[in-house]
């Protein structure tokens, strides 16, 4: 499946998968789909990311201007259907966040109308 990522997109969906856990099959294609959603050194050049502690948290910010960038990523049919199990198994347990909301209608509510 091919998914347009915002950089929040892409933050929530390297905080999500964290603590993945998975076969030796499954983990290689979970390092592939993780190593294509990171941010490249062009990017945290030009939309000025920047990674600071604030008490335990991480904080990122990064230029107005990053707001609207996007990246198109494979994900492939095995991180599809990863990604799909852990924003639905959230969803059972009422565990979503406002932050999950744009990641559960592209990975779960679209795939549903195709």
């Known amino acids: 499946m091919k998914v347009r990522l915002g950089l929040k997109e892409r933050i929530c969906l390297s905080d999500l ?18 190593d294509d959603i990171q941010f490249t050194e062009e990017e945290v050049k030009e939309h000025k990311i920047d990674y600071s502690m604030v008490g335990d948290s991480q904080r990122v910010v990064w ?6 960038t996007e990246i198109e990523v494979d994900t492939g ?7 799909q199990k852990l924003l639905k198994d959230l969803n059972k347990s009422n ?16 795939p549903k109308a195709v």
Do not use: P
């Not at 565990?95 to 679209?110: G, Q």
């Open 17 to 34: 998968l964290a603590s993945y856990k998975a076969n030796f099959v499954t983990i290689k294609a979970f390092k592939k789909f993780s």
């Open 63 to 68: 230029s107005v201007e990053a707001e609207k």
């Open 77 to 83: 049919e095995i991180m599809t259907v990863e990604v």
């Open 95 to 110: 565990s979503l966040e406002v932050r999950h909301i744009s990641l559960y209608e592209k990975f779960v509510e679209a």
